[in-house]
């Protein structure tokens, strides 16, 4: 069963926004920590930003002040506002949630203790 669905990338210019939408199933007394992570070609999967229970946020250095992660649990949504976008953040973008409470809520997910999404493709063209 699909616990996390992605929606929302897709091709943007420099400098324009996208919200990137996560659909979850994941019960929510699972839910820990949830995320957005991102992988770009050739490179190493990434923390964007993280936020918990009480709607504590993490955020990368390279996104602060451009990206906002919200969560509506009444919805069962993830979101990611991301603002002022540029070239360098092209990548597919991954939900995740953290499913144990023992683990603090950062930016590295351990995969056996998280759920992850399929991915969603931005493209950022200068």
């Known amino acids: 069963q699909v616990q996390l669905v992605e929606s929302g990338g897709g091709p943007v210019q420099a400098g324009g926004s996208l919200r990137l939408t996560c659909e979850v199933r994941v019960s929510i007394f699972r839910r820990f920590c949830m995320g957005w992570f991102r992988q770009a070609p050739g490179k190493e999967r990434e923390g964007v930003a993280t936020i918990n229970s009480v709607d504590a946020t993490t955020y990368a250095d390279s996104v602060k002040g451009r990206f906002t992660i919200s969560q509506d649990n009444g919805e069962n949504k993830l979101y990611l506002q991301m603002n002022n976008l540029r070239p360098e953040d092209t990548a597919m973008y991954y939900c995740?949630?953290?499913?144990?409470?023992?683990?603090?809520?950062?930016?590295?997910?351990?995969?056996?203790?998280?759920?992850w999404g399929q991915g969603t493709q931005v493209t950022v063209s200068s």
């Open positions: 995740a949630v953290q499913t144990v409470g023992w683990t603090p809520c950062t930016l590295r997910f351990q995969v056996e203790d998280s759920t």
